[in-house]
């Protein structure tokens, strides 16, 4: 079973300090880590530690930056495929962590449009994610999806200027409580579900539950999230996504427990989590 992810690869700096500095402040951090991030990444990422083949089609590039981030997208078993300009620079994501809660700045996509994308770009994938950076790339794979009848999902993490190039052709959406459309946006008339943290997710009239765990930090929470319902939509349909929505609220906060947003992995191992 092959998936793909379509939109933002960075490399996430994540500092663990006992509070939030205050302004002009020097703190000392309790730990350092520095690995690939990115909502489009982080899903491919959960997607592979849950057994399925992941396709990554974002923007990577060379450089130092693309050099580290290609390697580790290597060493997760993702299949990158890398539509970076020549002189592209993938963007490099601050994070401080303090406790349960966490501040991030970003570059994001915002300077830089990649390459086209190949015509075999989805090939073999039951499921596409798009997450609306690189909105020209999640556009033209959408549109692809749409073709050969593959069911793709929308990472909501925010609005995007232009989004609403992009509703038409998803399937299905999984909005943050944060997701704020413009007031004259149409929304398509599709299966959407809302997360709200450590509350349960709405789904239409339905509350889904999510697990308590003992949190160690929840960067990348959402991510997993997503990535897991992708792997759950390309095995049993758009039919079974309140199922679904259950599967990836454990697995998501089964990532919780562990820092940074690929240490849980590890707990995956044991298969309890494989469809």
Known sequence: MRVACCGLTTLDVVQCTDRFPAPDEKLQATSTLMEFGGPAANAAFTAAALGASATLVSAVGGGSVGRLVGEQLA????DLLDLAGDDWQAPVSSVIVSGANRAVVSMNASDAAP????DDAL???????????????????????????????LDGGSW???????LPLIDAAVLSADFQAPADTAWPDIPTA???????ITFGNRSIPVPEVQVTDTVGAGDVLHGALLVHLA?????ALEEGLQY???VASESCRYPGAHAWASSANDNRFHL
Do not use: M, W
């Open 75 to 78: 060493d997760a078993s993702i």
């Open 115 to 118: 390459r086209g994308l190949p």
């Open 123 to 153: 090939d073999g994938c039951s499921a596409l994610l798009v997450d609306g950076h690189h909105l020209d790339l999640c556009v033209n794979a959408a549109r692809r999806a749409r073709t050969f009848g593959i069911p793709v999902l």
């Open 160 to 166: 995007k200027p232009g989004l609403n190039r992009l």
């Open 194 to 200: 809302v997360s709200h943290g450590s509350q349960p």
């Open 235 to 239: 095995r049993h349909g758009l039919e």
């Open 248 to 250: 990836a609220a454990r």
